[in-house]
């Protein structure tokens, strides 16, 4: 089992950045494939971005491509949002996630931080 705990929301102008962290720990690091999702009252949780631990391979969603960019540093347990150009639209809880299998499905991510909060206003 590993353990996730999101950084770095907070409230931005539109146009603006905000980098997210998220520290893993119980397992290795490495081993795990990870990926962000969002959420809004009244509905499910929202694929975001999810990167390969084996090759770094990043997948995104089509509403953050070219705005958003997924990473991770084995080294320091630890994955990033780096988040460029803001959108109110992309206001939402920001949750990072584990899996033991490259899926862009939230049934497959069987580890789940508390969530960030990012707004973003207009």
């Known amino acids: 089992q590993v353990q996730l705990v999101e950084s770095g929301g907070g409230l931005v102008q539109a146009g603006g950045s905000l980098r997210l962290s998220c520290a893993a720990s119980?397992?290795?690091?490495?081993?795990?494939?990870m990926g962000w999702f969002r959420q809004v009252p009244g509905k499910e949780h929202e694929f975001v971005a999810a990167?390969?631990?084996?090759?770094?391979?990043?997948y995104y969603a089509d509403s953050v491509k070219g705005r958003f960019t997924i990473s991770r540093d084995n080294a320091k347990n630890t994955a990033y949002l780096q988040m460029n150009s803001l959108k109110p639209e992309d206001t939402a809880v920001y949750y990072c996630?584990?899996?033991?299998?490259?899926?862009?499905?939230?049934?497959?991510?069987?580890?789940w931080g508390q969530g960030t909060q990012v707004t973003v206003s207009s």
């Open positions: 119980g397992r290795t690091f490495s081993g795990y494939h």
């Open positions: 990167v390969r631990w084996s090759v770094g391979t990043t």
């Open positions: 996630a584990a899996s033991t299998r490259p899926s862009l499905k939230r049934a497959d991510f069987g580890s």
